[in-house]
């Protein structure tokens, strides 16, 4: 299960058109405000294309993609040549499941920007999310050759390498990545998941709590560590991990197959 990581380098901040139908989370009030103010703004410079850039920005942070998508679309009008326009288009169109149209708008992108690490990765992972393995893994070889500092291009290359079988070439992609950011918890979940499969299983531990201690709510460390903790024959440990994936995320349907599992076992 390993995680598709979706990278947010989106442009500037501040954006709404009109206030979405559904309802919000008190954490998302902030972003209304935000959102009206940007609309107000909007209003008084209907062909500014910087304000259809932030409230865009800001209907993706409320899950708002299709208005999101619209207005990034709108700022094309006004800077056609502009590549984070497009990149954030192919963002928009992969949340929506629109993978050709995604593809093509990250090519844009890198048409007009070469060197763009970002949208690389960006079409890397809708290859990889099509099926296209290879095809990704050369998206992610030129945005690393793009910049070579790029810690989400190793992390997403380590995932294709694990997926092809290359063990040894993902741990050096993740190491890499964390060398870069010691604060890369996704390197350390998905270095986790490599490690098991080589039956290193002390050491995916160690990963898991380090990509837990970076993130409180990270289910899929706690869930793999439960799994790992299984292995090691720590049934106390990997229950409670069980607990605590399906208190993040009620839906996890496996999780609770795993803790029904686990009473078959002696719990100390």
């Known amino acids: ?154 992390v997403n290359r380590g995932v294709i390498k694990d997926k092809q079988k290359d063990y040894s070439g993902a741990l050096a992609d993740y190491d890499k990545a964390i060398k870069l950011d010691k604060y890369a918890s996704d390197a350390y979940y998905n270095r986790g998941l490599t490690l098991c499969k080589l039956k290193r299983y002390e050491e995916a531990i160690q990963d898991y709590t380090s990509a837990i201690e970076l993130d409180g709510f990270y289910a899929l460390a706690y869930y793999h560590r439960g799994l790992t903790y299984i292995e090691l024959k720590e049934y106390e440990k990997a229950r409670l991990d069980l607990i605590k994936t399906i208190e993040i995320r009620p839906q996890a349907k496996e999780a609770k197959e795993k803790l029904i599992e686990l009473q078959d076992y002696v719990v100390e």
């Open 1 to 154: 299960m390993l995680k598709k990581i979706i990278i947010l380098l989106f442009i500037s901040l501040i954006a709404i058109n009109s206030l979405p139908t559904y309802s919000y989370e008190h954490s998302d009030y902030e972003i209304i405000k935000k959102l009206r103010k940007c609309n107000k703004k909007i209003e008084r410079n209907p062909e500014d294309a910087k304000l259809y850039i932030q409230r865009g920005y800001l209907n993706f942070m409320v899950g708002n993609y299709e208005d999101a998508l619209s207005d990034y679309e709108e700022a094309k009008t006004y800077e056609p040549n502009n590549s984070d326009i497009y990149y954030s288009i192919g963002q928009m169109q992969y949340m929506l499941k629109n993978y050709d149209n995604s593809l093509e708008n990250y090519t844009k992108a890198i048409n007009l920007h070469k060197k763009d690490a970002k949208s690389y990765v960006g079409r890397g992972l809708v290859k990889e999310t099509c099926g296209n393995l290879q095809g990704a893994l050369e998206d992610y070889n030129n945005a690393i050759k793009a910049d070579k500092k790029y810690v989400q291009a190793y």
